[in-house]
C-alpha cells in the first residue's frame, strides 16, 4: 500500500517543479525507494534530502523520508516528520493515516505504550478507514499483554481491509497461543491464500499442516497413536467466546486421526494435505452457533468454499509454499479448478468496511 500510495501522490508531488529539475527529483525519489528496500537507510535518507532541498514542499519525499527514519530507529526525528506530515494540507488521508501509524509505532518501539495508543486512536478518528492505525495498536497490546484488546483491534483490521495479510497472520498466531486451533486455522488458512510465496507462508503452512494432519504414528502392535491436546480436551484459564469456542469440533477431529492416517498414509505430500483439509472444511461447513467476528467473516467464505466445491483446489494453492514438485503437477493438471478458484475468491465479497475489500494477492500487507 505504501507504494500505490506513494505513486497515487506523485503527481502532485512534482507540480512545483518543471522539466529537468521535475524528472531529477523523480530519479532522487527511486533511487531512495531502492536503497531503502536494499536496508541502505541512510543513504535513501540522503535522497529523500536531495529531493527537499529542489523541492522544500514534496510531501512524498517527506513521507518516504519518515519511513526510513523510523526504519533507521532515528525515532525521535521520525516522529517529528510524521507531525509535518498530519499539519500539511496536502497530506491526503492514507499519507496521513501513515504518519499517526509511524508516530505511534515509534513511541511502542521507545516502551511508550501509552502514548502510543494515544496516537493511534486520534489518527482513528482523523482516518477512521485507515486499518493499518488498529493493526499497529493490536501490536501495541499484544506487548502489553493485553491480549483480549489486541484481538480485537486485530478484527477492526481486518473488517477495513479484509486483504491485509499481517493481520490474519497475526490473528492465527494469537489464537494458536491461547490453544485454539481451530480458531487459529481459519486466519492461517486465509492469509494463506493471500499470500503463499514468502518464507512467512512457509511458516505458516508448517503450523497448519501441524494442525490439519496432526502427528498420527504407528506403533509397533500396528495400533495408531493420537497426540490429542490437553486443550481439545480440557481447556484451562478463560474459556473462549462461543464465536471462537471450536472444541467439539477439535476434539473429533483430533480422534478422527487414526482413520484419516490408515486412509490417506500411501499417499503424496500434497494428495495427503488436501483430503484432510477437504474433510476439515466440510466439518466447518456445519459448525453452527458462531455469531460474532468468526462467524460473520470467516465461516462464509470456508462454507463457500465447500459448496462450490473448490476444498482441494484451496488446499493445493495453500500447500505451494513447501515447494512439492508433485502439488506444482496437480496444480498444471487441474488448470481449470485452479482458475475457477481463482475467480470465485477474486469475486468473493468479504464482510466489512468494503474500503479494500480484496483478496487480490498483491493487496498490503
Request: charged share 25%; no cysteine.
Amino acid at each position: 500500500m505504501k507504494r500505490l500510495l506513494l505513486f497515487a501522490g506523485f503527481l502532485l508531488a512534482v507540480l512545483n517543479v518543471s522539466g529537468q529539475d521535475s524528472v531529477r527529483v523523480k530519479t532522487l525519489m527511486m533511487e531512495g525507494i531502492r536503497l531503502h528496500d536494499q536496508g541502505r537507510y541512510a543513504d535513501a535518507i540522503k535522497k529523500y534530502d536531495e529531493v527537499l532541498t529542489a523541492d522544500p514542499a514534496n510531501i512524498v519525499a517527506r513521507y518516504e523520508k519518515a519511513y526510513s527514519l523510523m526504519a533507521s530507529k532515528k525515532y525521535e526525528e521520525a516522529i517529528a516528520l510524521s507531525r509535518e506530515i498530519i499539519e500539511n494540507k496536502q497530506a491526503d488521508t492514507r499519507m496521513v493515516g501513515n504518519a499517526y501509524s509511524t508516530w505511534g509505532s515509534a513511541l511502542d518501539e521507545q516502551g511508550e505504550h501509552k502514548k502510543a495508543l494515544k496516537i493511534y486512536n486520534e489518527g482513528i478518528k482523523r482516518v477512521p478507514a485507515y486499518n493499518m492505525l488498529n493493526y499497529n495498536k493490536a501490536i501495541t497490546y499484544l506487548r502489553m499483554n493485553d491480549t483480549d484488546a489486541g484481538i480485537l483491534e486485530l478484527e477492526e483490521s481486518i473488517s477495513k481491509n479484509p486483504g491485509h495479510r499481517s493481520s490474519h497472520f497475526m490473528l492465527g498466531r494469537v489464537m494458536l497461543l491461547k490453544s485454539n486451533k481451530i480458531a487459529a486455522l481459519l486466519p492461517y488458512m486465509t492469509y494463506l491464500l493471500l499470500d503463499n510465496k514468502t518464507k512467512r507462508a512457509e511458516d505458516a503452512l508448517g503450523v497448519v499442516r501441524g494442525l490439519v494432519e496432526g502427528g498420527v504414528k504407528k506403533t509397533d502392535s500396528g495400533s495408531y497413536h493420537i497426540p490429542v491436546s490437553l486443550g481439545a480436551l480440557k481447556k484451562t484459564g478463560k474459556k473462549p467466546s462461543a464465536d471462537t469456542d471450536f472444541e467439539s469440533m477439535e476434539l473429533l477431529f483430533e480422534l478422527g486421526a487414526a482413520t484419516a492416517f490408515s486412509k490417506t498414509k500411501d499417499m503424496l505430500p500434497a494428495d495427503r494435505f488436501a483430503s484432510r483439509l477437504v474433510s476439515f472444511i466440510g466439518q466447518l461447513a456445519a459448525q453452527k452457533g458462531h455469531n460474532g467476528f468468526y462467524g460473520k467473516f470467516y465461516l462464509p467464505f470456508f462454507n463457500g468454499l465447500h459448496e462450490q466445491q473448490l476444498a482441494e483446489s484451496f488446499a493445493h494453492h495453500i500447500f505451494s509454499p513447501s515447494g512439492n514438485v508433485m502439488n506444482e503437477v496437480w496444480i498444471q493438471d487441474h488448470r481449470q479448478q485452479m482458475e475457477r478458484l481463482g475467480a470465485w475468491t477474486q469475486a468473493y465479497h468479504w464482510p466489512g468496511s468494503g474500503v479494500y475489500n480484496s483478496t487480490d494477492v498483491n493487496a498490503a500487507n
